[in-house]
């Protein structure tokens, strides 16, 4: 049995920044040290960091003092406001990519624009987005079928989630250009996202069987489970190694008389040392 490694394996840089930021925090230095949510979107790491002192919080109001890190996903400016009077000091590791999304908003709400974000509702990264718009100025869509969500009577910016379906995205950018040429689209999907599912839909056509590594939370690993086209190798997710059931991959290339390789790609928030 042959297995194929994806060439895009291993974190993205923005997460690895991020988590290179946070381990060269010395956690003594301060009376506490609290991520707001984990870090990034992988059991293994927040474990690690554990060992290291550095805790999880799971709501704001659990910080209280020390240092409060901000994941790579970013926070809404009230968010940011409520850390700077809970905590004693800021270590911000907000991915560049996705304070260029904060940007565009911030600039295009200043100019009076009604935002409209293809992603996850539930997502930190568009909770923050959703900060940065103001609740009511702002829609969120899971997909080309909700473009009639668009308003039409208002200047509407309509961007991405930095981790969504790429080729969702690329059909709602063409589909709302033709339907609503006044809407100002700007892509603001991340070139990682688009690398690692671009070698999925590649490596989709040659393989038997594909798992995804990364966590249940990751919005990579969800997009690129979604990411290949029909008759190809349906990618299964998995978290932890002891999950990457050697059973499934077996049946799904038991009976093929020259079984094909057997793909693995991964999360963005996935260490080269879990897979
Ligand atoms: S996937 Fe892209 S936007 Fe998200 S942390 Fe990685 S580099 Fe940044």
């Not at 409520?82 to 270590?91: F, G, N, P, Q, T």
């Not at 974000?117 to 900060?131: K, M, N, Q, T």
């Not at 995205?169 to 892509?187: G, L, T």
């Not at 590594?213 to 029909?230: D, E, F, L, V, Y």
């Amino acid at each position: 049995m042959e297995f194929i490694l994806a060439k895009t394996a291993g974190f993205c840089w923005g997460v690895r920044l991020a988590l290179n930021k946070t381990l060269e925090v010395e956690a003594s230095q301060y009376q506490k040290v609290t991520t707001l949510g984990p870090l990034v979107h992988n059991p293994q790491v927040v474990d690690l960091l554990r060992h290291r002192e550095i805790h999880n919080a799971g709501a704001i109001q659990e910080i209280d003092g020390g240092l409060a890190i901000i994941r790579s996903h970013g926070v809404s400016p009230a968010d940011y406001a409520e850390l700077e009077r809970r905590s004693d000091a800021i270590l911000d590791n907000t991915c560049p990519i996705v304070k260029r999304s904060q940007k565009v908003v911030q600039t295009y709400v200043k100019k009076g624009h009604f935002v409209v974000i293809y992603g996850e509702p539930r997502h930190a990264e568009v909770i923050g987005l959703i900060g940065f718009a103001g609740a009511d100025n702002v829609r969120i869509i899971e997909g080309a079928h909700e473009l009639d969500k668009i308003p039409a009577d208002r200047n509407v910016l309509l961007i991405t989630q930095t981790t969504t379906n790429v080729a969702e995205w690329q059909r709602i950018m063409k589909e709302a250009r033709e339907r609503f040429p006044s809407v100002v689209v700007k892509d603001t999907m991340c070139d990682a996202t688009v690398e690692r599912q671009d070698e999925i839909l590649e490596l989709c056509r040659s393989v038997d069987a594909m798992v995804v590594i990364g966590g249940k939370n990751s919005g990579t690993r969800r997009a690129s489970r979604k990411s290949p086209p029909r008759n190809s190798a349906s990618p299964r997710g998995t978290s932890k190694p002891k999950t990457n059931s050697r059973a499934w991959i077996s049946r799904r290339t038991a009976g093929s008389a020259s079984p094909r390789a057997r793909a693995r790609p991964r999360g963005a928030s996935t260490a080269s040392w879990r897979i």
